[in-house]
């Protein structure tokens, strides 16, 4: 039996990292950045103020502390004009937020400390030397690294990419992965369900869950229990793949699909791991092209991907952090585990506690859907009192 470190080396040992490719800005959100981009300006790219109001000298309206200050508007100066006047002495120029600050002024006074005047401003009170004022560079300076390699590309990252002049980003190819469903008893959603069968769900859950990693999922038509069905349609369709993604056909019973028709090949290497659920599992290559075989449980299915795949696809993209957030937590109440596995319950995380829903059984995929966390339970621990602390697993794509 593997342990569930030696599993998750032995996936990510068969994804190389993906090839570079560059991305205009509007195509880049959601990928990863392949390498450091640095400003092309610095930010802020000027003095400039933070605030709607009145460019002084602070030592010519320190006095409006005590006593109104009348001083004398020489010029009006919105975001975005561009000649650039000094501050004569006793004098103020009118400045809207974001406009270039003019030589020898070192104080903004708000538009609500004055009477907003236009010709003549008076000022009724003031704030210490250099307020409201954005200097130059005081965010990032030109040529300094903006984002680095391995951070994900979302609103914040982008702006900024944006913000200091880049129009295209060096990201790495998202993988292509197919993913294959397998079982006799499997019916579209939408089709009549016959007696003993069930809707086919494990290719909707995986295609999300390759997407919410970073990947570019296709759904393959799911094939029943027939090796040469099964074979067939691996074979016309690996090709085109970074990584292939089975699901069922890989437990002890007998008309395991996956497992009689990958056994003859050699390539592919199927174990227990000391987890729970997600026991059986296999990986290697078919063809030269990456395989996974995930257990076809949906709960098996979908803990599988989070623990074996996930990380190896979003190493395979660079990821600066591949892996889950994790957080401590107090269990609500008691729980069991057994012996030698490593369990990744379902639970609900909130304000540091965590409570389990649901029981171990892995068919249980409306209590999944309810969880936003996986509680790990280590190999050696079998019983756990309310309160006792545990590591949880976050994941995304759980009702908040
Ligand atoms: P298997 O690993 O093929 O023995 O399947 C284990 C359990 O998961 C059985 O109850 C299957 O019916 C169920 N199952 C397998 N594949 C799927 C799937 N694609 N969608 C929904 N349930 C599945
Ligand atoms: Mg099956």
Same mark, same amino acid.
């Given at each position: 039996?593997?342990?569930?470190?030696?599993?998750?080396?032995?996936?990510?040992?068969?994804?190389?990292?993906?090839?570079?490719?560059?991305?205009?800005?509007?195509?880049?959100?959601?990928?990863?950045?392949?390498?450091?981009?640095?400003?092309?300006?610095?930010?802020?790219?000027?003095?400039?103020?933070?605030?709607?109001?009145?460019?002084?000298?602070?030592?010519?309206?320190?006095?409006?502390?005590?006593?109104?200050?009348?001083?004398?508007?020489?010029?009006?100066?919105?975001?975005?004009?561009?000649?650039?006047?000094?501050?004569?002495?006793?004098?103020?120029?009118?400045?809207?937020?974001?406009?270039?600050?003019?030589?020898?002024?070192?104080?903004?006074?708000?538009?609500?400390?004055?009477?907003?005047?236009?010709?003549?401003?008076?000022?009724?009170?003031?704030?210490?030397?250099?307020?409201?004022?954005?200097?130059?560079?005081?965010?990032?300076?030109?040529?300094?690294?903006?984002?680095?390699?391995?951070? &994900?590309?979302?609103?914040?990252?982008?702006?900024?990419?944006?913000?200091?002049?880049?129009?295209?980003?060096?990201?790495?190819?998202?993988?292509?992965?197919?993913?294959?469903?397998?079982?006799?008893?499997?019916?579209?959603?939408?089709?009549?369900?016959?007696?003993?069968?069930?809707?086919?769900?494990?290719?909707?859950?995986?295609?999300?869950?390759?997407?919410?990693?970073?990947?570019?999922?296709?759904?393959?038509?799911?094939?029943?229990?027939?090796?040469?069905?099964?074979?067939?349609?691996?074979?016309?369709?690996?090709?085109?793949?970074?990584?292939?993604?089975?699901?069922?056909?890989?437990?002890?019973?007998?008309?395991?699909?996956?497992?009689?028709?990958?056994?003859?090949?050699?390539?592919?290497?199927?174990?227990?791991?000391?987890?729970?659920?997600?026991?059986?599992?296999?990986?290697?290559?078919?063809?030269?092209?990456?395989?996974?075989?995930?257990?076809?449980?949906?709960?098996?299915?979908?803990?599988?991907?989070?623990?074996?795949?996930?990380?190896?696809?979003?190493?395979?993209?660079?990821?600066?952090?591949?892996?889950?957030?994790?957080?401590?937590?107090?269990?609500?109440? &008691?729980?069991?585990?057994?012996?030698?596995?490593?369990?990744?319950?379902?639970?609900?995380?909130?304000?540091?506690?965590?409570?389990?829903?649901?029981?171990?059984?892995?068919?249980?995929?409306?209590?999944?859907?309810?969880?936003?966390?996986?509680?790990?339970?280590?190999?050696?621990?079998?019983?756990?009192?309310?309160?006792?602390?545990?590591?949880?697993?976050?994941?995304?794509?759980?009702?908040?």
């Amino acid at each position: 039996m593997r342990t569930v470190e030696e599993h998750q080396a032995a996936v990510a040992a068969l994804l190389p990292l993906m090839p570079e490719e560059d991305v205009a800005l509007a195509e880049a959100h959601g990928r990863v950045l392949a390498r450091d981009v640095s400003a092309r300006v610095a930010l802020p790219g000027f003095d400039n103020s933070a605030m709607d109001g009145y460019a002084a000298r602070w030592a010519e309206v320190a006095s409006a502390a005590d006593e109104p200050v009348r001083l004398p508007v020489a010029e009006d100066i919105p975001a975005g004009r561009t000649d650039v006047v000094p501050l004569a002495p006793g004098t103020v120029h009118r400045i809207m937020t974001g406009a270039p600050l003019p030589p020898g002024a070192d104080v903004v006074i708000p538009v609500e400390l004055t009477d907003a005047g236009t010709d003549v401003v008076e000022i009724r009170g003031v704030l210490p030397a250099g307020s409201h004022l954005r200097r130059a560079g005081e965010d990032i300076a030109a040529d300094e690294v903006a984002l680095h390699a391995g951070s &994900p590309l979302g609103a914040a990252q982008l702006g900024l990419a944006a913000a200091v002049g880049v129009t295209r980003l060096p990201v790495r190819r998202r993988p292509r992965v197919l993913v294959l469903s397998t079982g006799s008893e499997l019916v579209a959603p939408g089709q009549p369900l016959g007696p003993g069968q069930i809707y086919e769900s494990n290719s909707a859950l995986l295609v999300a869950a390759v997407e919410e990693a970073g990947g570019q999922a296709r759904r393959l038509h799911f094939v029943p229990d027939d090796v040469d069905q099964f074979l067939s349609t691996v074979r016309a369709e690996v090709a085109t793949a970074d990584l292939l993604i089975t699901s069922g056909g890989v437990s002890a019973g007998a008309y395991e699909v996956v497992k009689d028709a990958f056994a003859g090949l050699g390539t592919v290497e199927f174990t227990k791991v000391g987890m729970q659920p997600g026991g059986p599992q296999g990986a290697g290559t078919v063809d030269g092209i990456p395989v996974v075989t995930l257990p076809g449980n949906p709960v098996s299915s979908f803990v599988s991907f989070e623990v074996f795949v996930r990380p190896a696809l979003r190493r395979a993209l660079g990821y600066a952090s591949p892996d889950r957030l994790r957080a401590p937590a107090r269990l609500a109440g &008691p729980l069991r585990s057994p012996a030698g596995k490593r369990q990744f319950l379902r639970g609900r995380y909130d304000g540091g506690q965590v409570s389990q829903v649901g029981g171990p059984g892995s068919h249980l995929v409306a209590h999944l859907a309810r969880a936003n966390c996986l509680v790990v339970v280590p190999e050696d621990v079998t019983e756990l009192p309310a309160g006792a602390e545990v590591d949880v697993v976050l994941i995304e794509g759980a009702l908040q």
